[in-house]
T-cell receptor, first 113, second 113 residues
Framework: NAGVTQTPKFQVLKTGQSMTLQCAQD?????MSWYRQDPGMGLRLIHY???????DQGEVPNGYNVSRSTTEDFPLRLLSAAPSQTSVYFC????????????FGQGTRLTVV | GENVEQHPSTLSVQEGDSAVIKCTYS??????FPWYKQELGKRPQLIID?????GEKKDQRIAVTLNKTAKHFSLHITETQPEDSAVYFC????????????FGAGTRLAVHP
């Protein structure tokens, strides 16, 4: 099993550009989530999904969209990138609704200039 | 609110000493409390977790204690080693809609030889 795979690993965007961060898992996990990690602020939940077709907002959802059309994939879309979205983004998946071990992807380091 | 507070933000110990990291949470319905370790440049990984039906759990040099009445839980690392140096995150499941895994801000632990 590859686990949780995120692409790309690094990305530089100009303000106003859009892009999609990809996340895929091959463990048949129902629960997937996106976090951003900023210095001194830990891991903050952006959006999460409890199964295909079901998504919900986390702590910091503004500026991001998600969809969950399949169990395996959970892409994160930045509609109009802003410098405040410069961060490291982690995708995670777990077997049950948040209350079992979360497996993280390797992260995407995004810089918005 | 969906708060998980973590203290201290940084912790420096000598090799062989013990380290204690404390977290508090606000949702009285929370029933799952994991701890993650993140080494420099790596993804977070689960090191231990505890559920609300037990007060303490141990795994070799690591232990976690839970006080549901006071809504706080702690990570204890004994006989610290340089390889324990990392950022440690506590987390808690919060309800309200679907379950969400919310993280504390992290503790940077430095173990000096």
């Amino acid at each position: 099993n590859a686990g949780v795979t995120q692409t790309p690993k690094f990305q530089v965007l100009k303000t106003g550009q859009s892009m999609t961060l990809q996340c895929a898992q091959d463990m048949n996990h129902e629960y997937m989530s996106w976090y951003r990690q900023d210095p001194g602020m830990g891991l903050r939940l952006i959006h999460y999904s409890v199964g295909a077709g079901i998504t919900d907002q986390g702590e910091v959802p503004n500026g991001y969209n998600v969809s969950r059309s399949t169990t395996e994939d959970f892409p994160l879309r930045l509609l109009s990138a802003a410098p405040s979205q410069t961060s490291v983004y982690f995708c995670a998946s777990s077997r049950e609704t948040g209350n079992t071990e979360a497996f993280f992807g390797q992260g995407t380091r995004l810089t918005v200039v | 609110g969906e708060n998980v507070e973590q203290h201290p933000s940084t912790l420096s110990v000598q090799e062989g000493d013990s380290a204690v990291i404390k977290c508090t949470y606000s949702d009285s319905a929370s029933n799952y409390f994991p701890w993650y370790k993140q080494e420099l440049g790596k993804r977070p990984q689960l090191i231990i977790d505890i559920r609300s039906n037990v007060g303490e759990k141990k795994d070799q040099r690591i232990a976690v204690t839970l006080n549901k009445t006071a809504k706080h839980f702690s990570l204890h690392i004994t006989e610290t080693q340089p390889e324990d140096s990392a950022v440690y995150f506590c987390a808690a499941i919060v309800s309200g809609g679907y379950n969400k895994l919310i993280f504390g801000a992290g503790t940077r632990l430095a173990v000096h030889p």
